[in-house]
């Protein structure tokens, strides 16, 4: 079992940065893949960025690429997503997943564990 909580959203100007956490409770913690996702009223839930269990291998979405960069600290449980260059469009629900599993990390359906999310706003 993993348990996820996410903080560090919050109201930002476009061009600016937020940090957001993940705290993670599970021994295996270091096992698992870990993405973010993102969903913004009225949309689905859409990926933007995964790190593999060691942290050597990340993927974001091209929408965040460039942008923002995944890190994760297993001795910590805790993986991190900075974001840089705020853009309106990326106000969103931010939401922290764990995978045990190795299918496509694009998709929700892969991640079997989630945290509630914390809410970014980008104003214009």
């Known amino acids: 079992q993993v348990q996820l909580v996410e903080s560090g959203g919050g109201l930002v100007q476009a061009g600016g940065s937020l940090r957001l956490s993940c705290a993670a409770s599970?021994?295996?913690?270091?096992?698992?893949?870990l993405g973010w996702f993102r969903q913004a009223p009225g949309k689905e839930r859409e990926f933007a960025a995964a790190?593999?269990?060691?942290?050597?291998?990340?993927y974001y979405a091209d929408s965040v690429k460039g942008r923002f960069t995944i890190s994760r600290d297993n001795a910590k449980n805790t993986v991190y997503l900075q974001m840089n260059s705020l853009k309106p469009e990326d106000t969103a629900h931010y939401y922290c997943?764990?995978?045990?599993?190795?299918?496509?990390?694009?998709?929700?359906?892969?991640?079997?564990?989630w945290g509630q999310g914390t809410q970014v706003t980008v104003s214009s």
């Open positions: 997943a764990a995978s045990d599993s190795y299918d496509d990390y694009t998709k929700p359906r892969t991640y079997r564990y």
């Open positions: 790190t593999s269990w060691s942290g050597a291998s990340t």
């Open positions: 599970g021994r295996t913690f270091s096992s698992y893949v």
